[in-house]
């Protein structure tokens, strides 16, 4: 079956850091631009961040810049997401998706950034 | 950053109904415009992309238009299945965009 599993959400104070992972299956990883969603607490969605199939491109939105690292390791089939200082405000369910022009969506972790 | 404006924000509809969704950019994108579908507590389900593309698996009665700016996504006969959030999102410019979200409720 092809699908996408995020893993690596949790709680984390403010100025914390999390790295979050997606494990591709049913598919080859390799093939595809993968991108990093998130969507805060009862509000819409808000794209993050896209890396090209060799991780040598990789494209983010400026108010995770400087913060949040898009990383993959083909070999293992698997996509990342490392977030340093994290805010209150990046409290979100965070998903991966298959693609720059999105066709798959994983279920999503939960990261919660709370004193 | 290209602003995703989508409207109305919600909807009231009823089993049959034909429904429409508008979506305008604040400036030119082509037809980089993917609709998405979502119901609450799910991920998102990828619905259309380059404005009028259905994903594999995506019913008929699910269309979309527009170019430029001005883009609509069109329900024609709503499904007890289609009750859900809609979102559409720009990929022709970085950071990629979406809009506001667009409600569809039972009447």
């Known amino acids: 079956e092809v699908q996408l599993l995020e893993s690596g959400g949790g709680l984390v104070q403010p100025g914390g850091s999390l790295r979050l992972s997606c494990a591709a299956s049913g598919f080859t990883l390799s093939t595809y631009w993968m991108t990093w969603v998130r969507q805060a607490p009862g509000k819409g969605l808000e794209w993050l961040a896209n890396?090209?199939?060799?991780?040598?491109?990789?494209y983010s939105v400026d108010s995770v810049k400087g913060r949040f690292t898009i990383s993959r390791d083909n070999a293992k089939n698997s996509l990342y997401l490392q977030m340093n200082s994290l805010r209150v405000e990046d409290t979100a369910l965070y998903y991966c998706?298959?693609?720059?022009?999105?066709?798959?969506w994983g279920q999503g972790t939960l990261v919660t950034v709370s004193t | 950053d290209i602003q995703m404006t989508q409207s109305p924000s919600s909807l009231s509809a009823s089993i049959g109904d034909r429904v429409t969704i508008t979506c305008r950019a604040s400036?030119?994108?082509?037809?980089?415009l993917a609709w998405f579908q979502q119901k609450p507590g799910k991920a998102p389900k990828s619905l259309i992309y380059a404005t009028s593309t259905l994903q594999t698996g995506v019913p008929s009665r699910f269309s979309g238009t527009g170019s430029g700016t001005d883009f609509t996504l069109t329900i024609t006969s709503l499904q007890p299945e289609d009750f859900a959030t809609y979102y559409c999102?720009?990929?022709?410019?970085?950071?990629?965009?979406f809009g506001g979200g667009t409600k569809v409720e039972i009447e």
């Open positions: 998706a298959r693609s720059h022009v999105i066709d798959l």
């Open positions: 890396i090209k199939q060799d991780g040598s491109q990789t």
């Open positions: 400036q030119g994108i082509r037809n980089s």
């Open positions: 999102q720009q990929y022709n410019t970085y950071p990629l965009t």
